[in-house]
């Protein structure tokens, strides 16, 4: 384990001491730590950045795996449905990882000062990519994460070491990716204008035409993009969508099956049902009543 890595290990240890992801004095830095193998989580992935320390994990982005451990970072540009699990993790060699957390805004800002722009390739890239973490951006987040042992500098230097962290990540081989959606303009920001309109509202009916006309692209260019940015097509992103929020409003607000497919947007329970067992494996009953055994919900 390198020296920075080393540094990182003793602080998520020291601020983390228990499993789960702990918020922190740093606006937007969050660690992580757990000590078992996890079950598969399905859940909409933050726009982060997150560098892990100890362990492994396994993330599936429709049909693409990600798998990443000690010394690699992992960055998503926009809010994702994921499924991801702890593969590798012990009481004594845990799953560590610093989150943070960012928006487009930032990165913009970060482009525009460093006068940094997005090379001209008109194929959108994927949303969600793995790097070897440099020892530039490794110094950049020790600098942000060691500001937990001086509080009363975070006001002032926590958002310039967080800049610098996004000024590295931009400037590494996977910069573009992460570029590409905080510009206002090519075909990647199209799609993410189309994401945002799903989450907002994916338990309406979004016909693809509607969608395509969003994004001034016409339906096989949308989809195309739409599959090369999320791995998966505007269907199937708002369906995971919505099974997730099924998910969560079943475990904590009713059990009324057919009340909850309506909220999220479907017409027929048998569909809905036979969707839910494909993605968490089994019906939502007996999904909703394992989940509650195991964790005592």
């Not at 740093?26 to 320390?53: H, T």
């Not at 990540?169 to 303009?185: F, N, R, W």
């Not at 993009?225 to 999320?230: H, P």
């Amino acid at each position: 384990m390198s020296v920075g890595l080393r540094k990182l290990d003793g602080l998520i240890r020291k601020y983390a001491p228990t499993d789960g992801v702990h918020v922190t004095k740093i606006p937007s830095l969050f660690l992580v730590r757990e000590s078992e193998i996890s079950e598969p989580v399905v859940r909409v992935s933050e726009i982060a950045f997150c560098l892990i320390i100890q362990g492994e994990k396994e993330v599936w982005l429709g049909e693409q795996r990600f798998l990443y451990g000690a010394g690699h970072y992992v960055v998503s540009s926009v809010e994702l449905p994921v499924t991801g699990q702890v593969i590798e993790a012990s009481a004594d060699c845990p799953y560590l990882a610093f989150k943070v957390e960012f928006n487009p805004a930032e990165v913009l800002d970060v482009m525009n000062d460093a006068n940094l722009k997005p090379t001209r390739d008109k194929k959108a890239k994927r949303a969600m990519f793995v790097g070897d973490v440099e020892e530039t951006l490794l110094d950049a987040a020790v600098r942000l994460g060691s500001l937990l042992d001086q509080p009363q500098h975070i006001p002032v230097l926590g958002p310039l070491f967080k800049k610098e962290l996004l000024y590295w990540v931009l400037q590494g081989p996977h910069g573009d990716s992460l570029k590409q959606l905080a510009v206002e303009e090519g075909s990647a920001r199209r799609v993410r204008t189309v994401i945002e309109h799903i989450l907002a509202n994916y338990d309406q009916a979004l016909p693809v035409e509607e969608l395509a006309r969003l994004a001034n692209l016409g339906v096989s260019s949308l989809h195309r993009q739409f599959k090369e940015v999320t791995a998966m097509s505007p269907i199937q992103f708002q369906k995971q969508l919505r099974l997730q929020e099924a998910r969560r409003l079943l475990l904590t607000e009713s059990t009324d099956i057919a009340g909850i497919a309506f909220r999220v947007g479907y017409e027929s329970q048998s569909q809905f049902s036979r969707e839910y067992s494909r993605l968490f494996g089994s019906s939502p009953r007996a999904d909703i009543r394992r989940i509650k055994e195991r964790y005592g919900v």
